[in-house]
């Protein structure tokens, strides 16, 4: 599928308790780009994502993926266009092998036997993992558990994948991995991270979620090496474009 573009406008949410957890955001992702989305814990970002993959339902704005906009109607063909990718890759295997649980998805939307391992094939080398076909997901490493993670959602073949948290607990080779790995798909990207170097690597913009509503958009390079606003925002600023102590400048990029 084509790299789909994300729009979402004046979108307003409470939990069923009534509290506004968002009121009022918009945001946009351009088809092909790779967006972080960061802030504070309890910003919204896990209830932004949840709304995305329709999980959740606005009370009032809209979403649009791909030119469709989400509604109870649509939303079964809205999910083929994402591929979401949850924080602990042990919510997104289930079954007894890693090839199984990648080639799930296809299973279930009635492909026939060859184009399932196709599709699936074709994952597990995307991802690196063919090799790890036969294993049972639960004795893999947890750097191994995130690319098969991945692996289930790219088998579907999405335009959007939405990745929550997805550098989380992964060993410095294993997040390296995950960098070079996402880095080179072509699908549009929503990262919800509080890996701000993750982001300034990926992504070339970047979304800051601050009281319900996104406080800044722009350029990842430029945003995240505005100190201020990331203190305001609960934020702290990466290491590599904190200005030095001694001499005050910046290490070049
Ligand atoms: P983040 O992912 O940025 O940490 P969340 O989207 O998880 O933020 O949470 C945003 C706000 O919504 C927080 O105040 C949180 O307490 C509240 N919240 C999250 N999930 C629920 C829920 N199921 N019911 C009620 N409030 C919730």
Redesign the pocket.
Known sequence: MNACGLDLNAIRFS?P?G?P?LGGLSLSLKPGSKLALV?A???????LLGLVAGLLQPQSGSIDIGGLTLCKRNLKEARQRIGFVFQDPDDQLFTGSVYDDVAFGPRNGGLDQAAVRERADAALSTVGIADLADRPPFRLSGGEKRMAAIATVLSMDPGLLVLDEPSAALDPKARRRLISLLSSLSQSMLI?THDLELALELCDETAI?FGGAVEAAGRSKDLLADEGLLDRCGLEAPLSVRACPVCGKRAAR
Not at 41 to 47: A, E, I, P, Q, V
């Open positions: 939990y308790d509290r957890v802030g814990n309890g910003s919204g970002k896990s209830t919800a979620l």
